[in-house]
């Protein structure tokens, strides 16, 4: 169901990750991104399934909710590795039969594809499980600060991604509230031909997209009617505060980075 998608959600526990400085963070998740896409070897994955899995274990986020966080795009992964398989053809043949051929390179570029995805998703959730909407808008209005003097307004963008992260859950819970109702009215949805099934998306669609306008015009009269006038003059309840953990954390970042670099070039 769209409920269990956990992607953007913040879960409050009490972890190493949680207590990091959220730009530190941000900064963190950048560098894995970097490691998975520095190289096409199984090093780089062994490397990086590494640095996730302790994470992963710094984080106490259950293994369950990150499976949530690849659940939805798990068949998309299958088909592009089965196509892989058939289409490239590099390297040894493993297996043959009539006009179907398995090389060494299918193989190798069908799990690196999948494993490196995997990983990215599972990392890049970690950021938003532990890292509250507020102090990532924070963070990232606080990275995006140089820009100010290009005229760029980083509090408005900051603020903007915040909102976008906050309210996809918000907007995943009203969707499966929409698709039960119709269920319920007889509507088929999950059967029939892809032009039925998308004729019986429209009466989803439809108070889905009134739905977020609404909630977007009810959070700007909120905002309005506390005197928000944007990031000028403004002030913060937490002061973000850099400490030993966090460049700690960088330095193992950049450690991790470095040891997938040197397995790639060999």
């Known amino acids: 169901m769209l ?3 956990t992607f953007g959600q913040y879960f409050p526990v009490d972890s190493l990750l949680h207590r990091m400085d ?3 963070k941000i900064v963190d998740t950048l560098l894995l991104i970097i490691l998975l896409f520095c190289g096409n070897g199984f090093g780089m994955l062994a490397v990086g399934a590494i640095f996730v899995l302790m994470a992963q ?4 986020i259950p293994l369950s909710m990150s499976y ?3 659940r939805p795009v798990l068949p998309i992964l299958i088909v592009t590795a089965l196509l892989n398989l058939l289409f490239i053809d590099s390297g040894e043949t493993v297996w043959e039969w009539h006009f ?4 060494e390179g299918a193989v190798t570029a069908s799990v690196v594809m999948v494993f490196r995805i995997v990983l990215l998703m599972v990392g890049t959730s970690l950021l938003t499980y532990t890292t509250s909407p507020i102090l990532l808008t924070d963070a990232i209005e606080s990275l995006m600060s140089p820009l100010k003097y290009l005229h760029f ?3 408005e963008m900051a603020m903007m991604m915040s909102i976008a992260l906050r309210f996809i859950p918000t907007l995943l819970e009203e969707t499966d509230k929409l698709i039960s109702a119709q269920k319920a009215r007889g509507a088929s949805i999950d059967s029939g031909t892809i032009k039925e099934r998308a004729k019986a998306m429209i009466p989803i669609l439809v108070p889905l997209f009134v739905s ?3 909630r977007a015009e009810e959070l700007a009269t909120a905002m309005e009617c506390r005197c928000y006038r944007g990031g000028e003059g403004r002030t913060r309840l937490r002061q973000l505060k850099a400490s030993g953990r966090d460049y700690i954390g960088l330095m193992v970042c950049l450690l991790f980075l470095t040891a997938a670099l040197i397995l790639n070039a060999k």
């Open 57 to 60: 274990l710094l984080s106490k």
């Open 22 to 24: 959220p730009r530190f």
């Open 100 to 103: 179907l051929k398995l090389t």
């Open 3 to 5: 409920k269990d998608i």
């Open 153 to 155: 307004p980083v509090h």
């Open 212 to 214: 977020a306008f609404r």
């Open 68 to 70: 949530k966080s690849i």
